[in-house]
């Protein structure tokens, strides 16, 4: 068989590469729905939740948020569930096990079409995949008790058909996730912020100290809490200096072929023998 066309992306996600260069790194691709697992036996991170649905959204999947070991859980898990679902609103937050089996059923009735698994090593996103996929095809290790974290038992990407219609991808576990031009995304995660600012005064109000800001007055009411705006610009200013970053590497790659073409012309007409 030939290859005949590459189809372009329905959707991809991306995040920064670690290091000094601006290239995204693409961790999936042609994805539908995004499975974010974040473990309860260890302590909570809602940064790091932040960080992963805006990932998400930016790449135009649907999120789900899995909580996985709901059996060995630091605290009341209906409490977990309730301080999740006020970080990601529109997203389906689902309680779960492998061990006792709690809420497999109801995760696979919720995903549709290519599903990814992501999230930090020792979340159970391969225990989490060998349950949906009703065997142990996929390696899992032990996670340290100290802090509730794995080593990397999944080292590559791995794309599985499910039982029920569609296919997994398992990918390796997240020690950074860092953002890369995720402004739409991070609206969308921080949706109530979004829609208090259309009250602010100003159209251009950077809800710093300007008069008249809806989402101030939130926090001083104690309606929007003060780490949810802290976070919000946080992850904006680190959006836009990815962004930044990315558009000074484009002009400098058009400066270079400029130069380069203009070297090879300069050498083109040097050697180019005088009309008699």
Same mark, same amino acid.
């Given at each position: 068989?030939?290859?005949?066309?590459?189809l372009? %992306?329905?959707?991809?996600i991306?995040?920064?590469?670690a290091?000094? =260069?601006?290239?995204?790194?693409?961790?999936?691709?042609? *994805?539908d729905?995004?499975a974010?697992?974040?473990?309860?036996?260890a302590?909570g991170?809602?940064?790091? !939740?932040e960080?992963?649905?805006?990932?998400a959204? $930016?790449s135009?999947a649907?999120?789900?948020?899995?909580l #996985?070991?709901?059996?060995? @859980? /630091?605290?009341?898990?209906? $409490?977990?569930?309730?301080?999740t679902?006020?970080l990601? &609103?529109g !997203?389906d937050?689902?309680?779960t096990?492998t061990?006792?089996?709690e809420?497999?059923?109801t995760?696979?009735?919720?995903?549709?079409?290519?599903?990814?698994?992501?999230?930090a090593?020792?979340?159970?996103?391969?225990?989490?995949?060998?349950?949906?996929?009703?065997?142990?095809?996929?390696?899992t290790?032990?996670?340290? /008790?100290?802090?509730g974290?794995? %080593?990397?038992? #999944?080292?590559?990407? /791995?794309?599985l058909?499910?039982? #029920?219609?569609?296919?997994?991808?398992?990918?390796?576990?997240?020690? =950074?996730?860092?953002?890369?031009?995720?402004?739409?995304?991070? $609206?969308?995660?921080? +949706?109530?912020?979004?829609?208090? +600012?259309?009250?602010?005064r100003f *159209?251009?109000c950077?809800?710093q100290? /300007? &008069?008249?800001?809806?989402?101030l007055a939130?926090?001083?009411?104690?309606?929007? &809490?003060?780490?949810?705006?802290?976070?919000?610009?946080?992850?904006?200013?680190?959006?836009?200096w990815?962004?930044?970053?990315?558009?000074?590497r484009?002009?400098?790659?058009?400066? @270079? $072929?400029?130069?380069?073409?203009?070297?090879?012309? %300069?050498?083109?007409y040097?050697?180019?023998?005088?009309r008699?």
């Amino acid at each position: 068989p030939e290859l005949a066309a590459v189809l372009p %992306r329905r959707t991809a996600i991306n995040r920064a590469s670690a290091g000094a =260069s601006s290239h995204a790194q693409a961790l999936a691709a042609n *994805v539908d729905t995004v499975a974010i697992a974040i473990s309860l036996a260890a302590r909570g991170a809602p940064g790091l !939740v932040e960080r992963l649905l805006a990932l998400a959204w $930016e790449s135009g999947a649907q999120p789900v948020i899995v909580l #996985t070991k709901a059996d060995l @859980a /630091e605290q009341d898990p209906a $409490e977990s569930l309730a301080e999740t679902a006020a970080l990601a &609103p529109g !997203v389906d937050v689902l309680l779960t096990s492998t061990a006792t089996g709690e809420g497999i059923d109801t995760l696979a009735a919720v995903l549709t079409g290519t599903i990814v698994l992501l999230g930090a090593s020792g979340a159970g996103k391969s225990s989490l995949g060998n349950a949906l996929l009703g065997a142990d095809l996929l390696a899992t290790g032990h996670v340290r /008790e100290q802090d509730g974290r794995g %080593r990397h038992t #999944t080292v590559h990407r /791995e794309l599985l058909p499910l039982p #029920t219609g569609g296919v997994l991808i398992d990918t390796p576990g997240l020690r =950074s996730v860092g953002l890369q031009d995720t402004g739409d995304g991070i $609206e969308q995660v921080f +949706a109530e912020i979004t829609q208090l +600012a259309r009250h602010c005064r100003f *159209v251009d109000c950077a809800h710093q100290s /300007e &008069p008249g800001c809806a989402v101030l007055a939130a926090v001083e009411d104690g309606a929007l &809490p003060e780490r949810r705006l802290v976070s919000y610009r946080k992850l904006l200013r680190e959006s836009a200096w990815a962004a930044s970053r990315d558009d000074a590497r484009l002009r400098a790659q058009r400066t @270079a $072929e400029r130069k380069a073409i203009t070297r090879h012309l %300069r050498a083109t007409y040097q050697h180019r023998k005088p009309r008699t």
